[in-house]
């Protein structure tokens, strides 16, 4: 762990501490704004489809600018759409509220690269661990994202709009944080193989599994986190309690980072990411168990586990699929992924939770869970046969 690592690592916690709030209290103002019911998550599905949105344009920054100033627009995208937000909520605009979360989408996009960046900040034995390791910069916004929500919640007259300035100011000390650290320069091109197209990239088994992995997990655990809310609020729970909730799930996500990788790297991706698979289904079968507070916490601590194992496994695989001239085609093609399953799934959630039930949310979930099991079989079986015609 490097000085610059360990700076990556918290901007990765600031960049969650964002993420939690924005999903915390989103899809409640949503609720209390939008015009019809089912609508209350459009704020949380804004701000997917603005990353997804902004995966393009990403890719060209980055390429162009450098990691750094790349990383440095994407917070300043954070702060000013934080503070439009909070403009949105204090003058009830539902609309605009929607428009400011697209707009936070290009932040969304910019700092979902920063798993990417940390295996550029370590020599190749040691990637599975960087990873691993900035990803567990996480729990910063899993202790402080909740508490920052409830604590700002009644800071002005107008629910959460405290919550919106605290996701400005948060940004701008993660634009301090970024302004000491150092990227390695790209490597030359002279005399390296030309850039292969995107197209073949993407056929490639291992890429096809690593970004259906790591779009599926993702989408399972963006279902099942933007609804509980609004659904422990349906069951007369405190929001409270739906914060204290969150706050486990995200410990869940990220405190396994500090050992993921080195399970990884001992068992390999794929068996680690079957065991988040498990996790998953054992999170479904907990949620459908009940409708009290434990249960609504345990379920999300195993789902936010096993995303953890599912999502790190991921990105480690996806690793293997590109050269360094590649990466930002390649990066940008696996966080459209990501976010566009992230679009689909806000979207679902504030419908399925607002007009069918938690229950059937639940009973939906299987299926993403299922194909995610059968990529995982496909590709061990690829690699299997592969291996065979080789000896």
Same mark, same amino acid.
């Given at each position: ?10 901007? =990765? ?27 209350? +998550?459009? @704020? ?6 603005? #990353?997804?949105?902004? +995966? ?15 990383? =440095? ?63 567990? #910069? ?23 709009? #405290? ?6 100011? %948060?940004?701008? $000390? ?9 990227? @390695? ?6 005399? =390296? ?5 995107? &197209?073949?990239?993407?056929? =490639? ?5 690593? &970004? ?10 963006? $279902?099942?986190?933007?609804?509980? @809310? ?21 410990? #869940?996500?990220? &405190? ?18 079957? %065991? ?39 990105? +480690? ?17 696996? *966080? ?25 949310? *639940?009973?939906?979930?299987? %299926? ?7 990529? $995982?079989?496909?590709? &061990?079986?690829?690699?299997?046969? +592969? ?5």
């Amino acid at each position: 762990m490097n000085r610059s690592l360990w700076l990556l690592a918290a901007c =990765q916690g600031l960049y969650l501490t964002n993420n939690v709030t924005f999903i915390a209290i989103n899809g409640l103002v949503g609720l209390a704004l939008a015009p019809l019911g089912w609508m209350a +998550t459009l @704020p949380v599905m804004g701000y997917v489809v603005g #990353g997804a949105l902004s +995966t393009g344009l990403v890719a060209r920054t980055q390429q162009r600018w450098g990691r750094q100033r790349s990383f =440095q627009a994407g917070l300043l995208v954070a702060a000013l759409s934080a503070l439009l937000c909070a403009y949105a909520a204090v003058s009830r605009n539902f609309w605009l509220l929607c428009l400011a979360t697209v707009v936070a989408g290009y932040y969304n996009a910019n700092a979902g690269l920063y798993r990417f960046a940390a295996a550029e900040l370590v020599d190749a034995p040691a990637r599975e661990k960087a990873v691993s390791m900035v990803m567990a #910069g996480g729990l910063l916004g899993a202790v402080v994202g909740p508490n920052l929500a409830a604590r700002t919640r009644d800071l002005f007259a107008v629910p959460f709009a #405290g919550a919106y300035l605290a996701l400005a100011v %948060v940004a701008l $000390l993660s634009m301090v944080l970024m302004s000491f650290l150092r990227f @390695p320069a790209p490597p030359a091109r002279a005399g =390296q193989p030309a850039s292969r197209p995107l &197209a073949e990239l993407m056929r =490639q088994p291992t890429f096809i599994v690593a &970004a259906a992995a790591g779009a599926l997990s993702f989408g399972v655990m963006n $279902l099942l986190m933007a609804a509980t @809310p609004i659904a422990m609020q349906q069951c007369g729970l405190p929001f409270s309690d739906a914060a204290l909730v969150l706050e486990w799930h995200v410990i #869940g996500m990220f &405190a396994p980072g500090f050992f993921t990788g080195s399970l990884i790297k001992r068992f390999g991706a794929l068996p680690i990411m079957g %065991v988040g698979v498990l996790l998953n289904l054992v999170c479904i079968a907990v949620a459908l168990s009940g409708l009290d507070l434990h249960q609504f916490l345990v379920a999300l601590f195993v789902l936010g586990v096993g995303w953890n194992f599912l999502f790190t496994g991921s990105t +480690t695989l996806s690793l293997s699929t590109y050269r360094p001239e590649e990466k930002d085609k390649a990066q940008a093609a696996l *966080n459209f992924f990501v976010m566009f399953t992230l679009a689909l799934t806000s979207l679902a959630s504030g419908v399925l939770v607002t007009t069918q039930g938690w229950a059937l949310l *639940n009973w939906g979930s299987v %299926v993403p869970v299922a194909i995610t099991a059968l990529a $995982l079989g496909w590709l &061990a079986l690829h690699r299997r046969r +592969t291996a065979a015609a080789a000896a």
